[in-house]
């Protein structure tokens, strides 16, 4: 009986050392991984927490804490891509607004303060002061347009439309433009309908800017050509210029808001940057895309892709 009870003793006490070490151990590996992480939080790094360890809970618990970590990156991140968008299109838009009102200021001035002016030329500066009253006007709507767009419950209604009719009418609205700035015109467009799920006013406005976008920056090319064609499951309609094009360092930031080349903020090619924005949403709320491909006075393409439906 006493060795018995000698054996359960030593047996007792040897669990005891077994959970005092695990104890201790648990407690020291919890008190290096929180140093750790406290570290890159600290450092705001993107490392992870590397531990080696034989204990299956600690292991998933790293594994968790890792994509937790990985989450937080990504939300740092976007918060900072956000943030420097919004002070980018904060800057944009105050370019964009004070340039027209120190105009408008100026128009102002001139009618309220030049008492030589004939009647004559005070209608003409009228005239002018209308029209930058009009053009401002123009581009806050834009702006609010693409608000009302990015807003999460915004959807446009849907319905069964022929693309080849919508791209004739669109191009005959141009045309007198298009002879104006002496363009060779390339329309490339079947007899035969093609038929997608769409809005007519949303593909209006789109090809209406790509239009007026190709006009206005690659009208240098001589060339304006628009083309409908089916693939496989899909039509696409390509808007081309042979102009100066785009930089492929600014190609994949064209459809980002308020977003202009620096040419663009000349008088002779003043654009708000947000057409393309509000374009390349349209046509996402059709369950389309748009890509883009330039090479200077070779061919600039903005290219629309929608599903086509056949019944």
């Not at 407690?27 to 993107?46: G, K």
């Not at 204990?55 to 900072?80: E, G, M, P, S």
């Not at 022929?162 to 015109?185: A, H, P």
């Amino acid at each position: 009986m006493i060795i018995l009870l000698t054996i359960l003793s030593a047996v007792l006490l040897i669990l005891n050392g077994i959970q005092y070490y695990s104890r201790r151990n648990l407690h020291r590996n919890l008190h290096e991984i929180s140093e750790v992480i406290s570290t890159i939080i600290t450092q705001e790094s993107a490392e992870k927490v590397l531990f080696r360890t034989d204990q299956h809970a600690i292991q998933n618990l790293l594994i968790q804490i890792n994509r937790l970590l990985d989450y937080n990156q990504k939300t740092f991140a976007d918060y900072a891509k956000t943030k420097n968008s919004l002070q980018k299109l904060i800057s944009n838009m105050s370019h964009d607004l004070k340039t027209p009102l120190t105009v408008i200021l100026g128009y102002v001035e001139k009618l309220k303060l030049d008492e030589k002016l004939t009647a004559k030329e005070k209608e003409m500066v009228t005239l002018r002061l209308h029209e930058k009253v009009m053009s401002l006007i123009a581009l806050l709507n834009q702006f609010f347009d693409l608000v009302k767009i990015e807003s999460e419950d915004y959807h446009i209604p849907l319905s069964k439309l022929s693309l080849n009719e919508i791209c004739r009418k669109t191009v005959l609205d141009f045309y007198d433009l298009l002879q104006s700035k002496g363009l060779q015109v390339e329309i490339d467009i079947p007899e035969q309908d093609s038929y997608i799920f769409g809005n007519e006013q949303a593909l209006n406005r789109v090809l209406s800017n790509l239009i007026s976008n190709a006009i206005r920056y690659g009208s240098d090319g001589g060339v304006f050509g628009l083309k409908l064609q089916e693939n496989i499951g899909t039509v696409s309609v390509e808007i081309w210029d042979k102009g100066k094009g785009i930089a492929e360092i600014h190609q994949d930031r064209v459809f980002e808001r308020l977003f202009t080349l620096d040419d663009a903020r000349n008088p002779m090619f003043q654009g708000s940057g947000l057409g393309l924005s509000i374009s390349k949403r349209l046509i996402e709320q059709m369950k389309g895309s748009i890509h883009l491909s330039s090479e200077p006075f070779e061919r600039t393409s903005f290219i629309c892709r929608f599903k086509q439906i056949t019944y």
